[in-house]
């Protein structure tokens, strides 16, 4: 069993009224270990310094008996820069939990443990459908600036309104498309969903749609992909990011 990575805040600043950017620093090999999907083992609020898990050989995290103060939840790096030790994460501050209550709280020196990480789930296409909420505009930040100059296709994102909307870097051909839920609470806008129903498939087979929301509007999303577009598995990526009214994972 070895100890978890541990990386520690450096910066913290808002980019819109409910996104905190957090950069954290690291060792190189921790750095490349943190993502793109970054499972982290957030400190409560009140116990800054927990009793970090362990990680077994086969990647399982090994809890320590009784109250640890950690939990366990999925974040996306949406920078990492192993040579200069750094890495970037946006949380959304959505007023619950022990992740955004953690992020509501950080200060330069505050420490966040990783568990591990996994592939973002996407794949190079000539044409992408991107759709997603604020939760999900880090991962689909990292796509679009490693698409190919000439992918095109459409990007919905979903945030509260005007002011959620941030600089996303996309090929020309990838049109941007901002959805204002506009005083719906998020997870109870069909905006996304609908957005979707109101396309037709792009020509050809060279297409590719990666949509991660709420649970919900996910699997609406995914069932009408699946249907009326007839996409098979290997042609979209499509998973909730979170769930209404419902923790990620028990918390201690
Ligand atoms: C692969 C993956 C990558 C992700 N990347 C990011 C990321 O980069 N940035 C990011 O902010 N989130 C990201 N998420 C979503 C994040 O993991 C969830 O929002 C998670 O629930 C936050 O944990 P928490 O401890 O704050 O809240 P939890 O304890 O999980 O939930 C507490 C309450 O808050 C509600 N809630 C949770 N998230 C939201 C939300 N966004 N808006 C409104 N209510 C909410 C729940 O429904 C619940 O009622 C990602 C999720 C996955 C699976």
Do not use: C, K
Not at 9 to 19: K, M, Y
Not at 65 to 72: E, I, K, M, N
Not at 162 to 190: C, F, I, K, Y
């Amino acid at each position: 069993m070895r100890p978890v990575d541990v990386l520690t805040v450096t910066e913290v600043r808002d980019v819109t009224p409910t996104v905190r950017r957090v950069v954290l620093t690291g060792t190189q090999d921790a750095v490349a270990a943190a993502g793109p999907t970054v499972s982290l083992l957030v400190p409560r609020v009140d116990d800054p310094t927990p009793n970090w898990p362990g990680i077994a050989r086969d990647g399982r995290i090994v809890w320590p008996t009784g109250a640890h103060g950690v939990s366990l939840r999925s974040y996306t790096a949406r920078r990492q820069d192993a040579a200069v030790g750094e890495v970037e994460i946006d949380f959304v501050l959505h007023g619950d939990g022990p992740a955004a209550a953690w992020a509501a709280a950080a200060r330069p020196g505050a420490l966040l443990g990783v568990a591990g990480a996994s592939p973002l789930g996407e794949r190079p296409a000539g044409h992408l459908l991107l759709a997603g909420d604020e939760t999900a505009l880090p991962a689909i930040t990292r796509i679009l600036t490693a698409a190919g100059p000439g992918t095109r296709g459409l990007a919905l994102l979903e945030v509260a309104d005007a002011a959620e909307e941030q600089v996303v870097p996309a090929p020309a051909g990838v049109e941007v498309r901002w959805l204002h839920r506009d005083g719906t609470p998020p997870g109870e806008s069909t905006l996304l969903a609908d957005a979707v129903a109101a396309l037709d498939r792009p020509g050809g087979d060279d297409l590719f749609a990666w949509v991660a929301a709420e649970s919900a509007a996910v699997r609406a999303i995914r069932a009408d992909l699946r249907g009326r577009w007839g996409l098979g598995r290997a042609a979209h990526h499509a998973i909730g990011y979170w769930r209404r009214g419902r923790a990620m994972s028990p918390s201690q």
